[in-house]
C-alpha cells in the first residue's frame, strides 16, 4: 500500500495530479483493465491493437480508484494526467516497488541477449556475487527459474521483479533490453549502472515502421538510461557497432570494445572442435588463450561479451577468464539433445532472424561430414519480410531444408511457410512440427548434423489464441528413441 504523494512527489514535469488526492491510499498499478484490483490505479495507455481508454470503465468497475492518462482523458474517477503516460507509470512503479539489485547491466542487440546475460550471471556468480538474469528464459537465479512471460516485462512486472530480487539478496542483475520495451519504456526507472550492445540485423519490423526506428529504439538505453560516464560494453563486428560507440562517446561514457574488431578484447582464433572451441584473444595488451566449453562463433562471441561486462563491472579479468572456460550453454540455444546410433548429432537452437539462421547453419559446417539439415519455420503475427530472406539463408547454406511451422499465431500457416519456401523452392514443407523433426531424424545418416531452429527453449505452439503443448528437444528424444539404438551421448 502506498499513498498517491508517494507515488507523485517523484513524477517528472508533465503530469497533473488532482487537487485534494494526494493521500489517496493506493494499493497497486494496473495497464491491464483484467488485472484491475480494488484500489488499483489503471494506466490508460494507447497501444498498437487499441486503447487503454476503451477499458477505463471496467478498470472502475474491477476496483480502480484513480486513472494515469494522456492530458485530457475524462473518467469519474480522478484522473492522474500525463504528457507521457508510459515514463510516468514507469517511475510511479519504480516508486512502488522500489528496491533494486545494487547493480544491474544491461544488454540490447537483435541477437546474443538471452545467451550473453546468462553468461555473465554466470561469470559474476563464479566471483562470488548473487547474480540474477532477466530476459526471454525468464528469471534466473541460483534458486532456480520463474517465468516473466516477456524479454522485457512492463514497467509494473518489472519493478516488482527487481523489488523482489534485491530482497531476496540478488546484488548483480544481467538483464535483456529489446526494442518492444525500449520503445515503450518498460525499462525507464531502473537504475541501469552498465550497458551492452551485441549485434544489429533485421527483426522485429512489423512492430517497427522502418530500421531507424528500431535502432533508435535500441539506442534509448545508451542514450538515455545509462548514467553519462558510465560503462558501455561494445561488440564492434556488426555494421551497426561503430554508430553505438559514437553515441556512447558523445554521452562520454566508458567505451569497451570487443570482438574481432574489438580494441579492448580482440578475438584473434576460434578453432571449433565437437563440443568446444579454443579461442586465442589480446585484452589489456597481452596474448590469452582459453577453452570454451561451447559451440559456435556466435556463442564465443556472446561470452566474450559478456567477459568485457564482467570486467566493466568491477571483476577482476582473471577471475572471468576461468569463468568462461566454465561456461554452461544456454537452454534453447545450440543445445545438444542427443545422437543417432552412428553418432549424427541433433541440436535445437532459437535462430528466428536472417542473421541468427545464418550464424547458425555456419556453426555447424565444421563439424560435419556430411549433410547439414535444417527443420525451420517463421513466427506468425511476426515481421514478415524476415520470412523469405530467412528460406534464402537456409538453401545457401543448409544441404537439406524442411520448412514446417513455428507459432503461427493468427496467420494462415500455409501463407507463412509459402512466403518462406519463396527463397528456398527446392525445400520440403512437412507443416506438422512434430511429423518435420520425425523424418528428419528418421532419415539422419552418419556424419549428418540436424538442427532444429526457431523454438529453442518454447514450451508450446500457439495456433489461434491457443498454445499447444510443444518441446522441440522432447520431440526429437522421442524420434531419437524411435530410431533403433539412437544415443544420448555426443559423437566426435
Ligand atoms: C507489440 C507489443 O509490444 N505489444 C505489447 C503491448 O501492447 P500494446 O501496448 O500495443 O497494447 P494493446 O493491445 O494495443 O492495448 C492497449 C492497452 O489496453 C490495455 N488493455 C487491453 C485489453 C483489455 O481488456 N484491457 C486493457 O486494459 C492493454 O494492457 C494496453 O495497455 O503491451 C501489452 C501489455 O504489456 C503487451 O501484452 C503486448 O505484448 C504483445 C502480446 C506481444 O506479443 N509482445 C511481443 C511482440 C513483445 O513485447 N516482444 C518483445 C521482444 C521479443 C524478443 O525479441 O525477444 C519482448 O520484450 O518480449
Ligand atoms: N551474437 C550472435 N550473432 C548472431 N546470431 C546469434 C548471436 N547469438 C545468438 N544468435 C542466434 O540467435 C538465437 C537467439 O539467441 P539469444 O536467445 O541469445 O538471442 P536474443 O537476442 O535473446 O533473442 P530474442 O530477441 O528472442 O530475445 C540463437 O539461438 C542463435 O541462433
Ligand atoms: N522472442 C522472439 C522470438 C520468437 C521466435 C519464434 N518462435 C516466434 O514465435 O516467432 C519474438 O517474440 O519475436
Ligand atoms: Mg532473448
Request: glycine residues 10%.
Amino acid at each position: 500500500m502506498s499513498t498517491l504523494r508517494r507515488l507523485a512527489d517523484i513524477l517528472p514535469a508533465g503530469v497533473s495530479v488532482p487537487e485534494g488526492m494526494l493521500e489517496l491510499a493506493v494499493a497497486g498499478l494496473a495497464l491491464d483493465s483484467r488485472a484491475v484490483k480494488p484500489g488499483f490505479v489503471f494506466a490508460a495507455l494507447p497501444g498498437v491493437t487499441t486503447h487503454g481508454n476503451a477499458f477505463i470503465k471496467a478498470a472502475i468497475d474491477a476496483g480502480a480508484v484513480a486513472i494515469l492518462a494522456e492530458r485530457g482523458t475524462a473518467a469519474p474517477v480522478p484522473v492522474i494526467e500525463a504528457d507521457d503516460p508510459r515514463l510516468a507509470l514507469a517511475q510511479m512503479a519504480a516508486r512502488f516497488s522500489p528496491a533494486q539489485p545494487g547493480y544491474i547491466a544491461a544488454i540490447t542487440g537483435t541477437n546474443g541477449k538471452s545467451s550473453t546475460v546468462e553468461f555473465l550471471r554466470q561469470i559474476w556468480q563464479s566471483a562470488g556475487h548473487e547474480a540474477a538474469a532477466l530476459g526471454t528464459l525468464g528469471v534466473t537465479r541460483s534458486s532456480g527459474r520463474t517465468d516473466v512471460g516477456y524479454t522485457t516485462p512492463d514497467a509494473i512486472a518489472l519493478h516488482a521483479a527487481l523489488d523482489a530480487l534485491s530482497h531476496e539478496g540478488v546484488t548483480h542483475l544481467a538483464m535483456e533490453a529489446s526494442s518492444h520495451g525500449l520503445k515503450q519504456r518498460r525499462m525507464d526507472g531502473a537504475k541501469i549502472a552498465l550497458a551492452g550492445f551485441s549485434n544489429l540485423t533485421q527483426d522485429h519490423l512489423d512492430y517497427h515502421p522502418d530500421f531507424e526506428d528500431y535502432f533508435a529504439s535500441k539506442m534509448r538505453l545508451f542514450d538515455e538510461l545509462l548514467p553519462e560516464g558510465a560503462p558501455a560494453v561494445i561488440t564492434v563486428d556488426s555494421e551497426w557497432g561503430e554508430a553505438v560507440v559514437r553515441r556512447a562517446e558523445a554521452r562520454r561514457q566508458q567505451i569497451f570494445t570487443v570482438g574481432w574488431n574489438g580494441r579492448y578484447i580482440q578475438l584473434k582464433e576460434i578453432t571449433p572442435h565437437a563440443a568446444f572451441q579454443h579461442v586465442r584473444f589480446v585484452h589489456a595488451g597481452k596474448e590469452h588463450a582459453l577453452t570454451l566449453p561451447l559451440m559456435g562463433e556466435f556463442q564465443a562471441s556472446n561470452a566474450f561479451q559478456a567477459a568485457g561486462m564482467a570486467i566493466a563491472s568491477g571483476v577482476d579479468a582473471g577471475t572471468v577468464f576461468a569463468a568462461l572456460e566454465k561456461l554452461k550453454g544456454v537452454a534453447g540455444r545450440l543445445e545438444f539433445v542427443g545422437a543417432t546410433a552412428e553418432g549424427a548429432p541433433v541440436l535445437i537452437d532459437y535462430a528466428h532472424t536472417p542473421d541468427g539462421l545464418d550464424k547458425l547453419l555456419r556453426a555447424a559446417r565444421p563439424h560435419t561430414a556430411g549433410k547439414v539439415i535444417v527443420v525451420f519455420g517463421a513466427g506468425g503475427d511476426r515481421d514478415p519480410t524476415k520470412r523469405e530472406k530467412m528460406g534464402a539463408i537456409a538453401a545457401k547454406l543448409a544441404d537439406r531444408v524442411i520448412v514446417t511451422d513455428d507459432n503461427p499465431r493468427s496467420e494462415d500457416p500455409a501463407l507463412i511457410r509459402a512466403a518462406i519456401l519463396k527463397g528456398a523452392p527446392d525445400a520440403e514443407e512437412i507443416g506438422d512440427r512434430e511429423r518435420a523433426i520425425f523424418t528428419a531424424i528418421g532419415d539422419l545418416k552418419a556424419g549428418d548434423t540436424l538442427l532444429i531452429a526457431g523454438k529453442g527453449h518454447e514450451t508450446g505452439q500457439t495456433i489461434k489464441g491457443v498454445v499447444h503443448p510443444f518441446d522441440d528437444g522432447e520431440v526429437a528424444r522421442r524420434a531419437l528413441a524411435a530410431r533403433t539404438g539412437s544415443t544420448g551421448e555426443r559423437g566426435q
